[in-house]
């Protein structure tokens, strides 16, 4: 119990801690790549300090849902970043959900998100709002088609018993369904993340946005939960992705040094993967809104492709 | 007979009592409203005792209902029955409490005499439906309870769109019928009695082709009261035109009774089903779920979206039948328990939240007196009661954690995913696809009700109406808190509640699988220790506690800040009126677009000018969408029939010397018919 409890806190506090880093590192590669200075690793914390020694501007025309976004959000992403191996190969809260309560509690964040968005009364939070959902609903029978594709090979929706299944079989990569469901979960997190071709989280154009616009009218604290929270998911997938498919170096057995190396592999493994996804924005340009929905059709097949191989392999 | 079926007698004395009591205030509506209420809440009281009763001590037995009839009215509370009947029994209290207050303004204007009389009518019936052991007796309280809810739907039969929706019911409900009387009539022909009882595993003994026949009868009967796709057309018209409180009930509980009769069917009068059954189940029930929710997306009528939620549920329901069947065939009991369990709590789940958020609609059509979304708006302000009551519906119906959708949606992924190892052939790809097409339908239902709740609740009013709305009465509120409070029951209760499957599936497929799996401590577990588990109150736990502590925080920092209250920012545009927010229209264009093969939208613009068609007076935009089931099956059928019948007005010709000759040709057949015999 206490040890669950430590865990617990553990991993939360890596979460917060690390995710502004890892969306700190992308931006600043994607820079590098652009030929631009970039802001630096550190301004994600910067920002976030910013955020939260300010004061706040609240629409007249928003109800008790704006207040209360932010909270849930927030919440609801670090309660399922908890719920997935990290450095351990057992989840400290592996008992209180797997692989499709982490699903739904980000539904439930976006799902609040989104009336958030309806509740200042402005075209472009409505407008964020419809998108977002839009591209969540496409995204997610995807998402769930590769998920079962790893859970029915571990026999578990438990993500613990995924990581565990995965480390004991040598080169479990290679597996045809495998390959297939990771590059389906690839674009799912791309699209869920709000990163091109998806959604370009840097831009300035109200039009083009999903994501951004449903937060426009947020401002210091709540906009600094806000922005957290979506750095939180963004680990928390990325995490999902890599500890899911590639689960080497978490550990199962408790120790210090053990740890501190099981560490080391995460930050490494999540590094390559920002590289990656810093070289798929940088030489993809935004799609079109209603290009979307062929991506992650895509996405879906591939899933889809994944499960007819298990026929066949 | 036991305490349990004392209670249900009791019961079923106190809807006949409120029937009664409503025929004898018929002249006096503010009587009726109390006395028809005050009996129906009783009634469900006991029901809710009753069910309770037959649950913790199953094996309650059959008896008769003092009626002078040609058949036994037999009446049969096992576990199977209970568990519809206390979802009967909560969702009626809920309903008949909410009552109070809806009906209170209609005192004096409508007649809630005949109101109070067929509202107890349908709860009798239903509580019959789910009680009857006997088939005649079945069909009786199944007409009975059909012929109340056509007069319920008809109550405001001034408006020829709630005639209409009404009469096209009451037509599809009695094609239904047909089909299941004719599937009793082939099993009774072949078991040679007319009992549940005598049913039970004879299905399966039956030749092949009848045993086929039979099922293919009852599922497509009952999935007409129910609304599968295709049967589904009038469902979406029927409940919104009722009264509110009578919408709830319909989608709630009555469509239940077609789940009830499947269940029946499937885990008590067949054995093992061959596979196709499953199959073709599973493939219906996927149909329904996607169909139901993708037209509930286009829907801005609040209640018509409602309605057509419900299909999309029932098609969940549906597929958790389905899974089972083909785990039953396949051999294992475990999983079919499993399934079965997820479909049973969804259909409770189902009446609990879909109850909830038809009589939280009640309150705002009542208050704004327009069904249309567009015209709402800003109703958190004026409602706010009301509002949060939509908002858990909303949340709950959305399968989000931890409400009791989440719970039962869970259930039924558990049991897909185990279904992949059940079987070799290429039929194991159908559970993992149907896994994923529920999660489309869960993400899609979550996106309808961003809208559902966002534009008549959120931002500023679109209209008068909706800026002077008043809140709903003490009494309907106290309704609709009862049944978001169960919300709340069912999902973080869930490890609790589970072991009362323990006595259906021990019924249904000879397994108890609570002790060993599903309900351990705070988590629920599916299947074996290593396959997933989830804890919706540990969730609620740690996320209460990680929010609290967040809001702690915050709020210390924001002591100091300066916090303003401003106009919307609104990317710099100045003056936000309701003209600028988003609609529901728009809200779903973007699926209406990518969905468009299956839309089939059509808009049209026409501009009117005096002078060139570039300077218009007015333009007129009109947009919809094809209803394809009605313009490609139902009216091809419909015109088939008519022309049918015009070819049958020749032998009706009205010449009395025909008609002689009718009678005579009749007579000597009968004749010769009874000769041979």
Not at chain 1, 67 to 72: A, C, E, N
Not at chain 2, 634 to 661: E, N, T
């Amino acid at each position: 119990m206490i040890a669950v409890f430590l865990t617990a806190i553990g991993q939360l506090v890596l979460l917060l801690a690390v995710a502004p880093l890892v969306a700190g590192v992308i931006r600043t590669m994607k820079a590098r790549l652009q030929t631009r200075r970039g802001p630096g690793i550190l301004q994600p914390y910067r920002d976030l300090h910013k955020l939260f020694g300010k004061g706040m501007v609240l629409p007249q025309t928003a109800s008790w849902i704006f207040s209360v976004t932010p909270y849930v959000v927030f919440a609801a992403t670090a309660v399922a970043g908890l719920m997935i191996p990290m450095i351990s190969s057992k989840a400290p809260l592996g008992l209180f959900g797997g692989v499709l309560a982490v699903v739904y509690l980000l539904g439930l964040g976006r799902f609040f998100l989104a009336l958030a968005g309806l509740d200042a009364g402005s075209s472009f939070g409505g407008l964020g709002s419809s998108r977002e959902m839009t591209i969540a609903a496409l995204a997610e029978p995807a998402m769930m088609l590769a998920v079962f594709t790893v859970a029915i090979g571990a026999n578990s929706t438990s993500l613990s018993e995924i990581a565990r299944v995965a480390t004991a079989t040598t080169w479990h990569f290679l597996a045809p369904a495998q390959m297939l469901a990771f590059a389906a979960m690839y674009v799912v997190l791309i699209a869920e993340t709000g990163r091109i071709p998806v959604d370009n989280p840097a831009t300035h154009l109200e039009l083009t946005m999903i994501h951004e616009a449903m937060i426009l009218e947020y401002s210091g604290p709540y906009l600094g939960l806000i922005e957290w929270g979506a750095s939180v998911k963004q680990l928390l997938l990325m995490t999902l992705l890599l500890n899911a498919f590639l689960p080497y170096g978490l550990r199962s057995k408790w120790s210090l040094g053990g740890l501190l190396v099981s560490l080391v592999y995460l930050l490494l493994k999540l590094l390559v993967l920002a590289v990656s996804i810093v070289l798929v924005e940088t030489t993809n340009a935004k799609m079109r809104l209603f290009r979307v929905p062929d991506l992650l059709a895509m996405a879906f097949t591939l899933a889809a492709l994944g499960l007819v191989s298990t026929f066949l392999f | 007979m036991g305490a349990p079926d004392a209670l249900l007698a009791a019961a079923l004395g106190a809807f006949l009592t409120g029937a009664v009591a409503g025929l004898a205030a018929w002249k006096r509506p503010a009587a009726a409203r109390v006395a028809a209420m005050a009996c129906a809440i009783l009634g469900c009281v006991l029901l809710v005792a009753a069910s309770v009763g037959a649950l913790a001590f199953p094996g309650g037995g059959t008896w008769s209902l003092p009626l002078v009839t040609l058949f036994p009215c037999t009446v049969r509370l096992d576990a199977l029955s209970a568990w519809f009947t206390l979802t009967l029994g909560v969702l009626g209290l809920a309903v008949s409490v909410y009552s109070f207050g809806y009906l209170r303004p209609m005192v004096g204007e409508r007649n809630l005499g005949a109101l109070g009389f067929f509202y107890n009518c349908l709860l009798l019936g239903v509580a019959l439906v789910f009680t009857a052991a006997n088939a005649f007796f079945f069909l009786t309280a199944w007409e009975w309870m059909a012929v109340s809810a056509f007069c319920l739907v008809a109550f405001e039969h001034e408006k020829a769109k709630t005639r209409r929706a009404a009469i096209i019911y009451l037509i599809m409900s009695h094609a239904g019928t047909v089909m299941i009387m004719a599937a009793f009539l082939l099993l009774a022909a072949f078991t040679g009695g007319t009992d549940f009882a005598g049913f039970h595993l004879a299905a399966s003994n039956l030749p092949a082709a009848a045993q086929a026949a039979v099922f293919v009868l009852f599922f497509a009967g009952f999935g007409v009261k129910a609304g599968i796709v295709p049967l589904h057309i009038w469902l979406p018209d029927a409940h919104p035109v009722a009264p509110s409180n009578v919408s709830a009930l319909m989608s709630g509980i009555v469509i239940k009774s077609g789940i009830y009769g499947m269940a029946r069917v499937f885990f008590d009068f067949y054995g093992p089903p061959p596979l196709w059954s499953g199959t073709v189940v599973l493939a219906v029930g996927v149909v329904t779920a996607v169909v139901g929710v993708l037209y509930a997306l286009q829907e801005h009528d609040l209640k018509r979206l409602l309605a057509y939620h419900s299909i999309e549920n029932i098609g969940i329901i549906v597929m958790g039948f389905g899974a089972a069947l083909m785990f039953r065939t396949l051999g294992y009991p475990n999983l079919a328990a499993l399934a079965i369990v997820g479909a049973l709590y969804h259909t409770m789940n189902h009446a609990i939240f879909k109850g909830l958020l038809f009589l939280a609609a009640g309150s705002v059509v009542q208050s704004v007196g327009t069904r249309n979304m567009e015209e709402m708006g800003g109703l958190i302000r004026r409602m706010p009661g009301t509002a949060l009551y939509f908002l858990v519906g909303a949340v709950a119906i959305s399968g989000l954690p931890p409400l009791n959708g989440f719970v039962s949606e869970w259930l039924t992924y558990q049991a897909l995913l185990a279904g992949f190892g059940t079987t070799h052939s290429l039929t194991r790809l159908m559970f993992p696809i149907a896994g994923a097409l529920l999660a489309l339908t869960a993400a899609l239902a979550a996106a309808c009700f961003v809208k559902a709740f966002g534009i008549p609740f959120l931002a500023l009013p679109r209209g008068e109406a909706a800026a002077t709305a008043k809140e709903a009465a003490l009494s309907m509120r106290t309704g609709m808190a009862i049944l978001a409070a169960s919300c709340f029951v069912l999902g973080l209760g869930a490890t609790w509640v589970l072991p009362a499957f323990d006595p259906i599936t021990q019924q249904a497929v000879g397994v108890r699988i609570s002790p060993a799996s599903i309900a351990q401590g705070v988590a629920l577990q599916a299947g074996t220790a290593q396959s997933g588990k989830v804890s919706p109150a540990g969730i609620a736990l740690v996320f209460l506690v990680l929010a609290g502590t967040a809001a702690l925080l915050v709020r210390r920092r924001l002591r100091h800040a300066n916090v303003t209250t401003a106009p919307a920012w609104d990317c710099g545009l100045p003056g936000l009126t309701s003209d600028n927010e988003y609609t529901a229209t728009a809200f779903s264009k973007p699926l209406r677009l990518i969905f468009s093969a299956f839309y089939r939208p059509r808009r049209e613009i026409r501009p009117e000018y005096e002078v060139s068609p570039y300077y218009p007076s007015a333009i007129r935009f009109e947009s919809g969408i094809e209803p394809t089931f009605e313009k490609h099956f139902y009216m091809p059928l419909k015109d088939w029939v008519f022309g049918q019948a015009r070819k049958m007005r020749a032998i009706q010709a009205g010449s009395i010397h025909a008609y002689l000759a009718y009678i005579f040709v009749t007579l000597i057949l009968l004749l010769l018919f009874g000769v041979r015999q």
